[in-house]
């Protein structure tokens, strides 16, 4: 004869005599005591959650299967699955939360509400909404072709109509007068300016072109330097 452990079910306080060996949602359901589940035990859902309240440790270690679906938390929420539990020894267990004639209720409604939407009758549109609905149609479509019209008659050949304050051309530039560049003023040729400089443009000029004196002297005088003298030269062949 198989071993039986004690299961105190709270809040009734009903007690079952459970064999070992047995998952708690099977055990439970012969004992006539209702546990929700959607799956039939294959720990596919969770609707058979119980809270253990004490005997915690006469219980089967959670399956890989139910840590997949509730974690590894059991130290904090006290919650298992029915269907992956077996007992080992005397436990007290909260099944609250499996209430039959609520799940029954809210069963029936949802398939109350299901049937009443499947009895619904199609909508069927009247003749008279139908040409309702096709005469604002054309009407939308004939108020577009008519605004595109306008806008086409609008751009043709709009450079010809009078300018106005808001369709003038842009100026570039501010408007401002374009101003000439520095080689519009040179005759290569001649290699002379076309036109007088300013104060400021004679001004730079005159200094590059001191400058570039300063520097063809500077390089005559090294140059000069590196020359050797002819009485050195004169010096260096009489001692060859």
């Known amino acids: 004869m198989s071993k039986t452990h004690k299961v105190t079910l709270r809040p009734e306080g009903k007690v079952v005599h459970i064999e070992e060996g047995k998952n708690l949602l099977v055990a439970l359901r012969e004992a006539d005591t ?7 035990g294959h720990a596919t859902c969770t609707d058979c959650i119980i809270k253990i309240v004490s005997g915690e440790d006469n219980l089967t270690p959670p399956p890989f299967e139910e840590l997949k679906l509730l974690g590894n938390v059991f130290h904090i929420t006290k919650e298992r699955l029915a269907c992956q539990t077996m007992i080992l020894g005397d436990v007290t267990i909260d099944i609250s939360k499996h209430d039959k004639a609520s799940d029954e209720a809210r069963l029936k409604n949802k398939t109350s509400n299901y049937s009443k939407k499947k009895q619904a009758k199609p909508l069927v549109r009247k003749e008279q909404d139908i040409g309702k609905i096709r005469q604002d149609k054309s009407d939308e479509q004939a108020k577009f072709e008519a605004e595109q019209k306008e806008k086409s ?4 050949n709009h450079w010809e109509k009078e300018k106005g304050p808001i369709n003038e051309a842009k100026k570039l530039a501010g408007g401002k007068r374009p101003k000439f560049f520095d080689t519009d ?3 290569y040729e001649k290699d002379t300016y076309t036109r007088p400089l300013s104060a400021e443009s004679q001004k730079l000029k005159d200094d590059r072109l001191a400058k570039e004196k300063q520097l063809k002297n500077d390089k005559e005088l090294v140059k000069k330097s590196k020359e050797i003298p002819e009485s050195d030269k004169d010096f260096k062949k009489f001692r060859s």
């Open 34 to 40: 209702y546990i929700k589940s959607s799956c039939g």
């Open 153 to 156: 008659d609008t751009w043709k």
């Open 185 to 187: 003023k040179v005759d």
